[in-house]
C-alpha cells in the first residue's frame, strides 16, 4: 500500500525557475492538502482540495498554484521560485475534510531556492 | 485566528523514564480536535495520539497518553518507559469543523541511554 506519495525528494532551483512538486495518493482520499515546513514555525497549510475540481487557499498561498484533475493527484506549482520558498513541503490526505478524519502524510521534499 | 502553542523547544530524557511535552491552544470553538504528530529524522509525519474536546476521558495509545483540560486549553503528552526510538520532533494541532489543521512550532526530543 503506498499511501501518499511525493516526488521529488529533493530539488534544487534557481531564483525565478518554475517546477511542479508532485503528489499521489491511492486510498480514494477526497480531501488532499500542501503544507510547508519552516524551522521554528511548524507546518503552514498552503493549498488543499475537498474533491476533484475543487481548491482552495490555507495560510500561505502566494506564490503557489494548485489543480485537482482527479482524485488521486495534487501537484503544487511554483511559477517563478523565490528563496523565500525554500523549504521542506508536505502533502497530506484524508478520506474527507472532517476534523477527525486521520490526515495521512508524505515523506516531504526539500526545496532548495538559491 | 485559533493558535497552537508548544513552549518548549527542546526536552531531553533518559531511556526508560517518563516525560510530558506541553501544549497550548486558543480557541472559541467547543467541539474540536487535538493532535500529537512525531516527526523523525525520516521526515515522515507520524500521528500519534488524538483527543476529542467532547470526550472526558484521556486518550492513550500503549506508551503514549495525554492530559486534556479543557478549561485551560492544555493537552499534554506523556510518554512512559522512553525509548530511543521516540527521540523526534513531537507537534500539537489542533483541528475543528471551521478550521483547518493548525500546528504548533515543534519540541525536539532527546532520549538517552
Known amino acids: 500500500n503506498a499511501g501518499v506519495t511525493q516526488t521529488p525528494k529533493f530539488q534544487v532551483l534557481k531564483t525565478g525557475q518554475s517546477m511542479t512538486l508532485q503528489c499521489a495518493q491511492d486510498?480514494?482520499?477526497?480531501?488532499m492538502s500542501w503544507y510547508r515546513q519552516d524551522p521554528g514555525m511548524g507546518l503552514r497549510l498552503i493549498h488543499y482540495s475537498v474533491g476533484a475540481g475543487i481548491t482552495d487557499q490555507g495560510e500561505v498561498p502566494n506564490g503557489y498554484n494548485v489543480s485537482r484533475s482527479t482524485t488521486e493527484d495534487f501537484p503544487l506549482r511554483l511559477l517563478s521560485a523565490a528563496p523565500s520558498q525554500t523549504s521542506v513541503y508536505f502533502c497530506?490526505?484524508?478520506?474527507?475534510?472532517?476534523?477527525?478524519?486521520?490526515?495521512?502524510f508524505g515523506p516531504g521534499t526539500r526545496l532548495t531556492v538559491l | 485566528a485559533q493558535t497552537v502553542t508548544q513552549s518548549q523547544p527542546e526536552m531531553s530524557v533518559q531511556e526508560a523514564e517518563t516525560v510530558t511535552l506541553s501544549c497550548t491552544y486558543d480557541t472559541s470553538e467547543s467541539d474540536y480536535y487535538l493532535f500529537w504528530y512525531k516527526q523523525p529524522p525520516s521526515r515522515q509525519m507520524i500521528l500519534v495520539i488524538r483527543q476529542e474536546a467532547y470526550k472526558q476521558q484521556n486518550a492513550t495509545e500503549n506508551r503514549f497518553s495525554v492530559n486534556f483540560q479543557k478549561a485551560a486549553k492544555s493537552f499534554s503528552l506523556k510518554i512512559s518507559d522512553s525509548q530511543l526510538g521516540d527521540a523526534a520532533m513531537y507537534f500539537c494541532a489542533y483541528r475543528s469543523y471551521t478550521d483547518k489543521l493548525i500546528f504548533g512550532t515543534g519540541t525536539r526530543l532527546q532520549v538517552f541511554p
Open positions: 486510498m480514494n482520499h477526497e480531501y
Open positions: 497530506a490526505s484524508s478520506s474527507s475534510s472532517g476534523p477527525a478524519d486521520t490526515q495521512y
